[in-house]
């Protein structure tokens, strides 16, 4: 049997990781500035993690959601305390798309309504209504396309307003990243989140702040929207709740309730995964990590924006994208074949920077000191 060829892949195989740092079955060391596409919160394959999750697998790895499952509530308890939000309440799935389809679907439950507002750039996941309200044609299949979905600009308030006052009774939710990844990495303004509060506010709707790839600390806070003082409804959650265990999770404010069989999933909150995520949340507490990657984001930020030939340095903490000119457009390929350093990428020609919160400041530097290399030395 073949795989179902749907990547665009690089000729690497990865044998082993630790940190940031990655090796190929050559033995080849790289760094690893883009983190497995912002899963990699706490670092790969840190000891304690490793250790938390092998100690569960000895007891018990799975079962279902039909019995107690206490490890659940100490993971609610914990995420509560370091997010903050310890009056939320924890579902918890697989995946991004997943947390995002249950936000939606929990926001229709809820309002009785079933028009989503979604901005243009936004990427939400892949499955049915996340892909409805993803602003990429060409991965919305025929089934998936649906006139509930309502696209407007990015960080404008006027054209926000204006969709409130012509279908406010009919919005169930609002759906919005605080920082765009797949779109780019286009920081969501205060002003704009604000906004997006006081209408949802106003006409009764559910603000779903999309945090599975700005949230989990990356943004140098829990979550990005708290940069705003913005309190939204519910977060989403992924990518770096497990550091690479596969989970997602969506926090819900206390006025949206629960009802039996509103919610469920089979894998979704197992032993194994709960392990897993709570090792990250107790290594982002001990090792300061959220306040590590707000600093280290700064140095990038600042030293990227001293490179005259980059240009639109953006982003926040370790959320950071800036544009290549033309003329380097292989930027990103010479500094992962030539320079042995991952980083993620964008359409057309953005460079995005995803690193595990735990980056050191060395590695930040080192990783500038080849950028420089690589803009000198290649220019194609
Ligand atoms: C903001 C955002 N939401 C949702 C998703 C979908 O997550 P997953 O691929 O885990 O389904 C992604 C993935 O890149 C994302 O960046």
């Not at 309730?257 to 469920?264: F, P, Y």
């Not at 490179?307 to 292989?330: C, Q, T, W, Y």
Request: net charge neutral.
């Amino acid at each position: 049997m073949k795989l179902f060829d749907v990547y665009p892949i690089n000729d690497i195989q990865i044998t082993h990781a630790k940190g940031s740092r990655v090796w190929d079955e050559k033995q080849n060391e790289y760094l690893d500035l883009y983190g497995g596409h912002a899963v990699i919160s706490i670092g790969h394959t840190h000891p304690y993690w490793v250790e938390r999750i092998e100690s569960q697998l000895k007891k018990i790895a799975f079962y279902s959601n039909s019995i107690k499952i206490p490890i659940q509530e100490e993971l609610a308890q914990k995420l509560g305390e370091i997010s903050g939000k310890k009056d939320y309440q924890l579902f918890l799935c697989n995946s991004g798309a997943e947390a995002n389809e249950n936000a939606l679907k929990l926001a229709s439950f809820h309002t009785g309504r079933k028009k989503i507002i979604s901005f243009s750039k936004a990427f939400h996941g892949r499955t049915s209504l996340a892909v409805a309200v993803t602003d990429n044609p060409s991965i919305v299949a025929p089934v998936n396309q649906t006139e509930h979905a309502m696209f407007l600009p990015f960080n404008d308030i006027q054209a926000l307003e204006d969709a409130f006052k012509q279908y406010g009774n009919e919005i169930a939710a609002v759906i919005v990243e605080g920082i765009q990844g797949v779109g780019g990495i286009h920081v969501a303004s205060n002003d704009f989140l604000l906004s997006i509060r006081k209408n949802c506010d106003q006409y009764g709707a559910v603000y779903i702040a999309d945090s599975v790839q700005c949230g989990y600390g990356r943004s140098g806070k829990f979550f990005s929207h708290d940069f705003a003082g913005v309190e939204a409804d519910i977060y989403s959650m992924a990518k770096g709740m497990g550091n690479g265990f596969p989970l997602g999770g969506i926090i819900i404010s206390p006025k949206l309730k629960a009802k039996h069989g509103m919610l469920g999933t089979t894998f979704g909150g197992n032993h194994l995964a709960c392990a897993a995520a709570l090792a990250v949340l107790e290594v982002i507490e001990k090792e300061n990590l959220i306040h590590h990657a707000s600093e280290v984001g700064e140095f990038l930020t600042a030293s990227l924006t001293s490179i005259e030939a980059i240009s639109g340095v953006r982003g926040r903490g370790l959320m950071i994208g800036f544009d290549v000119p033309e003329h380097l457009k292989n930027l990103k390929k010479h500094m992962l074949f030539k320079h042995k350093i991952f980083t993620g990428e964008a359409k057309p020609n953005v460079i995005r920077l995803l690193p595990s919160l735990a980056i050191t400041m060395e590695d930040a530097a080192y990783f500038i000191h080849q950028l420089k290399n690589a803009i000198e030395h290649y220019q194609d």
